[in-house]
T-cell receptor
Framework: EAAVTQSPRNKVAVTGGKVTLSCNQTNNHNNMYWYRQDTGHGLRLIHYSYGAGSTEKGDIPDGYKASRPSQENFSLILELATPSQTSVYFC???????????FGSGTRLTVL | QQKVQQSPESLIVPEGGMASLNCTSSDRNVDYFWWYRQHSGKSPKMLMSIFSNGEKEEGRFTVHLNKASLHTSLHIRDSQPSDSALYLCAASLNYNQGKLIFGQGTKLSIKP
């Protein structure tokens, strides 16, 4: 079974603070993704990456940065957190075109 | 604008009954479709994929695809309480197949 690990599982942040969400995969997959999930919106794509050193903007990138320093690691950075970024964040990895995505357990972020 | 639309938003089906879920894309560039299932408090897991016109069956689950209308449907026969979950439809674009777009989901409840 493909393994994707996210940390932390829960995070409470203050408005204006910096938040970093981390994701590690041991599948040797090229593609990695960050989604957020809110009631009524399904999963919305924030940033994704095709390999180390690459990041691409998804459908809702504003207020978020991403970093892919290695094949295994993909981070999501909120430089100035806002309450509207309160959500559940999922990281996923995939081998490539037409391949299944494997999701981490999610990070519940609350911005006060 | 949501490129992948699912209906209904929620569905209640008696145990042993048939559940039918729908998904349509508004983007003519959509190429491949997936169905993911997410139990409450868990991460999404791939249930079935369909890439060409027609029907695909795996156990109690059947998926249909009509590429001309960009419509896919998931049918679950002999529904069980363990089928209660959020069902997410996902699609990839032919010019950017690494990017997976999800619909808002259908919440399925199986009533014993």
């Amino acid at each position: 079974e493909a393994a994707v690990t996210q940390s932390p599982r829960n995070k409470v942040a203050v408005t204006g603070g910096k938040v970093t969400l981390s994701c590690n995969q041991t599948n040797n997959h090229n593609n990695m993704y960050w989604y957020r999930q809110d009631t009524g919106h399904g999963l919305r794509l924030i940033h994704y990456s095709y390999g180390a050193g690459s990041t691409e903007k998804g459908d809702i990138p504003d207020g978020y940065k991403a970093s892919r320093p290695s094949q295994e690691n993909f981070s999501l950075i909120l430089e100035l957190a806002t309450p509207s970024q309160t959500s559940v964040y999922f990281c996923a990895s995939g081998a490539g075109v037409a391949e299944t995505l494997y999701f981490g357990s999610g990070t519940r972020l609350t911005v006060l | 604008q949501q490129k992948v639309q699912q209906s209904p938003e929620s569905l209640i089906v008696p145990e042993g009954g048939m559940a039918s879920l729908n998904c349509t894309s508004s983007d003519r560039n959509v190429d491949y479709f997936w169905w993911y299932r997410q139990h409450s408090g868990k991460s999404p897991k791939m249930l079935m994929s369909i890439f060409s016109n027609g029907e695909k069956e795996e156990g109690r689950f059947t998926v249909h695809l009509n590429k001309a209308s960009l419509h896919t449907s998931l049918h679950i026969r002999d529904s069980q309480p363990s089928d209660s979950a959020l069902y997410l439809c996902a699609a990839s674009l032919n010019y950017n197949q690494g990017k997976l777009i999800f619909g808002q989901g259908t919440k399925l409840s199986i009533k014993p």
